[in-house]
């Protein structure tokens, strides 16, 4: 198994342009996450999904978007980049809702000038 | 979902015994308490979790009081590679989902 899988690594993009970051995950877990990480801080929730085709908006939502069409993947889509969401962006899959420990992935790390 | 509080960071040297605590004094009952362990550059990985008394493995220990209000993960005979952020997480199952993080406490082991 690959575990979770987040494509690019690294990214870098203008303001104003936008970008989908992908998220694969191969244990076919049911929930899955997205998460982003300022320098210092610890992480906070974007967007999460608890199946193919249910999302929900988590603690800072605004500039992206979700969706969920297949168990694997949970793609992340910025819709009009800003310098403000230069971040580290990170996705985590969950079995199900008996089960409290996340798999997360290696990060993708973003800049927008 | 439970606030915690823990120190911002330690230090500690090789070979020496770690214990970081974590309060967490509005626990609901159906909270399990979970700590992650985060390098630089990676993602968090999931360490040891536990519901009340002891929980050992083979990475850590975690020590959880009758009241439970509080929590300590315990890391024996550090080494160089155990530096990193450790967050201290409370929920219930279903909570995995939609994780709270804070700040976290930064481990740094000297030589």
């Known amino acids: 198994n690959a575990g979770v899988t987040q494509t690019p690594k690294f990214q870098v993009l203008k303001t104003g342009q936008s970008m989908t970051l992908q998220c694969a995950q191969d244990m076919n877990h049911e929930y899955m996450s997205w998460y982003r990480q300022d320098p210092g801080m610890g992480l906070r929730l974007i967007h999460y999904s608890v199946g193919a085709g249910i999302t929900d908006q988590g603690e800072v939502p605004n500039g992206y978007n979700v969706s969920r069409s297949t168990t694997e993947d949970f793609p992340l889509r910025l819709l009009s980049a800003a310098p403000s969401q230069t971040s580290v962006y990170f996705c985590a899959s969950v079995r199900d809702g008996r089960n409290t420990e996340a798999f997360f992935g290696q990060g993708t790390r973003l800049t927008v000038v | 979902l439970a606030k915690t509080t823990q120190p911002i960071s330690m230090d500690s040297y090789e070979g020496q015994e770690v214990n970081i605590t974590c309060s967490h004094n509005n626990i609901a009952t159906n909270d399990y308490i979970t700590w992650y362990q985060q390098f630089p550059s990676q993602g968090p990985r999931f360490i040891i979790q536990?519901?009340?008394t002891k929980v050992t493995n083979e990475v850590a220990s975690l020590f959880i009081p009758a009241d439970r209000k509080s929590s300590t993960l315990s890391l024996p005979r550090v080494s160089l590679s155990d530096t990193a952020v450790y967050y201290c997480l409370v929920g219930d199952s279903g909570s995995a989902r939609q994780l709270t993080f804070g700040s976290g406490t930064q481990l740094t082991v000297l030589p």
């Open positions: 536990g519901y009340k």
